[in-house]
């Protein structure tokens, strides 16, 4: 199969290639070396692209309808606007790919790896993201409405605006209406917290920091020595033993990590790590 000139056939060596709104429909690119190849607008529904090498390709606007792209390597690619609804993208690595406003409705994501990729506004209806990467995506105002995320890893993901109504999430939640027992770290100052079974908390999608809508105090490390800690976000607070703590506010939405509310970490290694 001829082109634009080219041979068109599984393993062909395409890098740099100008196939931008070419008819690929259905072709066999079995792991073909497609790296910083143009293919702008060009129509690959169906296609076979399993194993290729997509690295730095330049995808806009592409239809990727049903291709298979299992295993592909599309790092860097620019999939602005691609329609790829219903593609099989199981394993494949979309780290720092541009997928702004992308269809990737009912696609399969399982185990991709798409961290610090760009997927703002890209609509992932009932996507299946089983165990996927998503350290550090931008997913602003991404649709996940029925997506499946169990599994995934969301640490420092951006989901704030995303739509999650009836995705399902990973395991992130706390224990609710009992006791607990938390952690926080106030310029290098160990403060052991209790949130009492009444009040109000969540844990982050994003993170492994928690908040509550308050908590009391049950030590903090050379309290004595150093007078009462404090930690600051929007206003200051201050930590002293025995007693009741309030933040200014209560943020409840799961999808943001930094709001209103009492910050903690239920490990105190992790409170010990955390740098603030």
Not at 89 to 109: C, I, S
Not at 182 to 191: D, H, I, S, T, W
Not at 214 to 227: I, M, N, P, W
Request: proline letters at 3%.
């Amino acid at each position: 199969m001829q082109v634009n000139g080219y041979e068109i056939k599984p393993g062909a060596d395409l890098a740099g290639a100008y196939l931008a709104g070419a008819n690929l429909r259905g072709a066999n690119l079995r792991e073909a070396n497609l790296r910083e190849a143009d293919l702008g607008g060009a129509d690959l529904r169906g296609t076979d692209l399993v194993g290729a090498d997509l690295r730095g390709a330049d995808l806009r606007g592409a239809d990727l309808r049903g291709a298979d792209l299992a295993g592909a390597n599309l790092r860097g690619a620019d999939l602005c606007g691609a329609n790829l609804r219903g593609a099989n993208l199981t394993g494949a690595k979309l780290g720092r790919t541009d997928l702004v406003g992308a269809d990737l409705r009912e696609a399969n994501l399982w185990r991709a790896d798409l961290r610090e990729a760009n997927l703002r506004g890209a609509d992932l209806w009932r996507a299946d993201l089983t165990e996927a990467n998503l350290r550090e995506a931008d997913l602003w105002r991404a649709d996940l409405a029925g997506a499946n995320l169990r599994g995934a890893d969301l640490l420092g993901a951006t989901l704030r605006g995303a739509n999650l109504r009836d995705a399902k999430l990973p395991d992130f939640q706390i224990p609710q209406n009992e006791p607990l027992t938390a952690y926080k770290q106030c310029k290098g100052r160990l403060v052991t917290l209790l949130v009492p079974k009444e009040a109000k908390r969540t844990a982050s999608l994003i993170g492994d920091k928690c908040r509550a809508e308050y908590a009391e105090v049950v030590a903090v490390e050379d309290f004595e020595a150093q007078g009462p800690a404090e930690s600051w976000y929007k206003v200051k607070v201050s930590y002293a033993p025995e007693e009741t703590v309030h933040p200014d506010g209560y943020g409840d939405d799961i999808r943001v990590e930094c709001t209103n509310g009492i910050h903690f970490f239920m490990k105190k290694e992790d409170a010990l790590s955390s740098g603030f």
